[in-house]
């Protein structure tokens, strides 16, 4: 059982369990704001109103969880890896089942700002301006890592692999964007 602040708020478990509870409350939200925004005559009110929540549903539990101290927090020094797919391979030393959920987590991170992003702001409708958005927010999630030297490691391969989760999101979104984003051509 979960106890105590940090119990909920400073483990995995914790934020995990706060993201399901959390589920509820952005439905609703989403309600709200799509009812306020069709009130005022937005035609596209549910679509903005889903993307705006679903960004931060789908992202702050991830950045929170991967921002969480490791045990030796404070005392790991020069975990830094900057050649690419290094990283990667050492994972697998640790088994293939470790490496695994690693791999997939670090797709997940970023997933739902390359999902809905592009749904919800015509600027960032294409794949590489997604995949620079998410690279960048990736650097500055493993800088911060770095600098408040979290017992985490700081890689460039994680960058790699936020970035390509993001963009596998954008393109299994790509149906409700791309239509927007391309002007129609009239019949004959």
Known sequence: MLKGWYGWFGTFTGVSALTVLALPLCGLLVWVLARRRSANGDPSAWRRSLAEVGIVYGTVPWVWMIMLPG???GTVSDRVHLVPVLDLLEIFEDGPLRAT???????LV???????????FAA??????????AAGCSVLVEVAQYVLRLDRVTSVDDVLLNAAGAGLAALASRRWWCSRSLPRLAPG
């Open 71 to 73: 045990s030796q927090v």
């Open 101 to 107: 959920g690693q791999i997939v987590g670090n797709l």
């Open 110 to 120: 970023f997933t739902a700002l390359g999902f809905f992003a592009p749904i919800r």
């Open 124 to 133: 960032l409708a294409s794949l590489p301006r997604i995949l620079l958005l």
